[in-house]
């Protein structure tokens, strides 16, 4: 990957938020969602994004397009620092940076048809003026998603599932986006229809040639789609490398542990099980060490204290843990 372009660059993104106290005259609280998160994502990849619900995965993506306006840091598109951009630079940016969320229901209007929801962004930034080349842009958009002629003029709830996140699909498509952040895309959706929907992502980026940043809980589901994986464990990356390596190496202790937890494929395979006791730390309040420190067999007495950076074990395979720090 090293000799593809970045398209785009996170440095130290963080993302808190103030919890108000019910007792009158105390302080609020700090929620730490994200906290100092560095990666870079290359042109045309598709980059997955894997945690335990509430480790912060879900809040990156929303930073990424600025749904969350992030406490600290920068994410540069294409060598620029979106962050700092006015509202209406930042508007000509929105087109090439788009979002698939999680439901695929409430993220559509329901008093919209499935034509006018795909026009409906190309209204919105004046891409296309003209009516009728509007209709035929999102029919021809309907048809790249595996919907027909019949379904422009049918409103969200006369859809399945999968049928209305190919929607959301055509609509974030609308605009000729070059990135794409997919927040739990499939997650909602049955199993069949979760393996066409992840086809239909591939086709598209061979088609588009699109850059995703694809956020999951779902361990089959990133395999599947994902060049690199960034593993987050409580608001950090702790270990990022090429997906193959990933399974066939993972170094982190929680990667391990999340790894362990895949069924076996043959009923006769062996495999061991790792347990990670204890509780998971809470987000809340001063962060102090390494967040696994409380639940790692190889904690350390620095481990408590300090919070390990990620470090590079060659060909950008880099882990958060002191167990490779000198090594």
Do not use: W
């Amino acid at each position: 990957m090293d000799e593809k372009k970045v398209i785009l660059k996170v440095r130290n993104l963080t993302k808190e938020f103030k919890i108000k106290s019910h007792k009158l005259g105390e302080k609020p609280q700090i929620l730490h969602a994200l906290t100092d998160v560095s990666l870079d994502v290359y042109q045309g990849e598709t980059l997955g994004i894997i945690g335990e619900s509430g480790c912060g995965k879900s809040t990156f993506g929303k930073c990424l397009v600025q749904l969350h306006k992030p406490t600290r840091g920068s994410v540069e598109y294409q060598g620029e620092n979106i962050l700092g951009l006015k509202k209406g630079e930042m508007k000509n940016i929105k087109k090439e940076i788009q979002m698939v969320f999680q439901d695929p229901f409430s993220s559509l209007d329901p008093r919209m048809t499935a034509g006018k929801l795909v026009e409906e962004p190309m209204i919105a930034h004046k891409t296309e003026k003209d009516r009728k080349s509007r209709s035929k842009k999102a029919l021809q958009l309907l048809q790249t998603v595996g919907l027909d002629i019949q379904h422009v003029h049918r409103y969200p709830h006369e859809f399945s599932g999968g049928q209305r996140q190919r929607i959301n699909i055509a609509r974030a498509l609308a605009l000729n986006p070059k990135l794409i952040v997919c927040d739990e895309p499939v997650s909602a959706l049955d199993v069949s229809i979760q393996a066409q929907v992840l086809n239909l992502f591939n086709q598209l980026q061979r088609q588009y040639g699109l850059t995703y940043v694809f956020i999951s809980h779902d361990l089959s589901v990133i395999k599947h789609i994902s060049d690199r994986i960034a593993i987050m464990y409580l608001g950090r990356i702790v270990e990022i490398c090429r997906a193959q390596e990933l399974y066939e190496n993972p170094l982190h202790p929680y990667t391990r542990a999340l790894l362990s937890a895949i069924p076996p494929e043959s009923p006769f395979e062996k495999r061991e099980r790792i347990v990670l006791e204890g509780e998971i730390p809470s987000p809340i309040g001063e962060q102090k060490g390494c967040p696994l420190a409380g639940r790692c067999s190889f904690c350390k007495e620095r481990c408590r204290n300090e919070m390990p950076g990620l470090c590079d074990r060659g060909d950008g395979h880099q882990v958060a843990c002191f167990l490779y720090e000198s090594k």
